[in-house]
């Protein structure tokens, strides 16, 4: 997940014109994500990635990294935290409405690779909430918003983190990867 310095996803509107991003970076998250089987999103995010990614490597301008992530979106197993949604004409998608512990503890004892979830401040926010996450994948980018959608809201608990590893990159952001200790 992309987020400021100080924090923040996303601009008080949801902007994220702010987050930086080349050609080492998409590599380096795709080499990643090809490591998952399950993209996990709130209903918007899933509705934007839905609008574009789908057809993403047919246009004529698709870049290396629309051509890659295409393929992988269109394999991947999609699960949408939701409670407007149902998953009528969506293929290879599950739709969680009720029950969010019980049926997220389901999918990660299923066989498969990691399950990878993709912005969603607001679904990530009921994750952390229900202690849900095992780690966390940060792109720090150097800017301060000073306001905006805060990554970490409404912790009611301390959560203790094992650094894995960090990488800079030349666009300036600086990847943090962490396990969370639950020791």
């Given at each position: 997940?992309?987020?400021s310095l100080d924090g923040f996803v996303?601009?008080?509107?949801?902007?994220?014109?702010?987050?930086?991003?080349?050609?080492?970076?998409?590599?380096?998250?795709?080499?990643?994500?090809?490591?998952?089987?399950?993209?996990?999103?709130?209903?918007?995010?899933?509705?934007?990635?839905?609008?574009?990614?789908?057809?993403?490597?047919?246009?004529?301008?698709?870049?290396?990294?629309?051509?890659?992530?295409?393929?992988?979106?269109?394999?991947?197993?999609?699960?949408?935290?939701?409670?407007?949604?149902?998953?009528?004409?969506?293929?290879?998608?599950?739709?969680?409405s009720e029950n969010l512990r019980d049926?997220?503890?389901?999918?990660?004892?299923?066989?498969?690779?990691?399950?990878?979830?993709?912005?969603?401040?607001?679904?990530?926010?009921?994750?952390?909430?229900?202690?849900?996450?095992?780690?966390?994948?940060?792109?720090?980018?150097?800017?301060?918003?000073?306001?905006?959608?805060?990554?970490?809201?409404?912790?009611?608990?301390?959560i203790n983190l094992n650094l894995l590893?960090?990488?800079?990159?030349?666009?300036?952001?600086?990847?943090?990867?962490?396990?969370?200790?639950?020791?």
């Amino acid at each position: 997940m992309h987020i400021s310095l100080d924090g923040f996803v996303a601009g008080p509107n949801g902007e994220m014109d702010w987050i930086k991003f080349d050609q080492e970076l998409f590599d380096h998250v795709e080499s990643r994500i090809s490591q998952g089987d399950t993209a996990l999103y709130g209903r918007v995010t899933f509705q934007m990635m839905e609008n574009y990614w789908p057809t993403a490597a047919d246009k004529p301008n698709a870049t290396k990294h629309d051509i890659e992530h295409a393929k992988w979106y269109s394999k991947a197993h999609k699960v949408v935290l939701s409670k407007t949604m149902n998953d009528a004409g969506l293929s290879n998608t599950t739709i969680i409405s009720e029950n969010l512990r019980d049926r997220i503890n389901e999918i990660k004892h299923q066989s498969g690779a990691d399950i990878l979830l993709f912005g969603s401040p607001t679904a990530t926010h009921s994750l952390i909430q229900q202690n849900l996450i095992d780690g966390y994948w940060l792109f720090v980018n150097p800017i301060i918003l000073g306001r905006g959608i805060p990554l970490f809201a409404d912790i009611k608990e301390k959560i203790n983190l094992n650094l894995l590893s960090t990488r800079p990159f030349a666009c300036g952001v600086t990847e943090l990867n962490y396990m969370v200790d639950r020791k």
